[in-house]
């Protein structure tokens, strides 16, 4: 079992900065991709950026230029560097970590964290 705790939403003016951090515990061994997502009211979760195991990343067209993730592996943690932030980018941000082990492979969420961008 693994658990994921994020950290580090709150309330910024646009054109601020705010990073996310996700730490994963339990469990632990075969985690390889690590990402976030976001869900606006009335929107989908969408997906925001990925990180492989091996540092690869990937980033929504929105956000690409503007938030920056990144992972330490000896922490078990992964981030999210967000700057330049638009009121769109409004959003619960959901941290996901993905295990595989056994042949099998396993997806787990985070709890959420709460992002406003608003003058």
């Known amino acids: 079992q693994v658990q994921l705790v994020e950290s580090g939403g709150g309330l910024v003016q646009p054109g601020g900065s705010l990073r996310l951090s996700c730490a994963a515990s339990?469990?632990?061994?075969?985690?390889?991709?690590m990402g976030w997502y976001r869900q606006a009211p009335g929107k989908q979760r969408e997906l925001v950026a990925t990180?492989?195991?091996?540092?690869?990343?990937n980033y929504t067209d929105s956000v690409k230029g503007r938030f920056t993730i990144s992972r330490d592996n000896a922490k078990n943690t992964v981030y999210l560097q967000m700057d330049s932030l638009k009121p769109e980018d409004t959003a619960v941000y959901y941290c996901?970590?993905?295990?595989?082990?056994?042949?099998?492979?396993?997806?787990?969420w985070g709890q959420g964290t709460q992002v406003t961008v608003s003058s």
């Open positions: 996901r970590a993905d295990r595989i082990i056994i042949a099998r492979a396993y997806a787990y």
């Open positions: 339990g469990s632990i061994f075969g985690i390889n991709a």
């Open positions: 990180i492989s195991g091996g540092g690869s990343t």
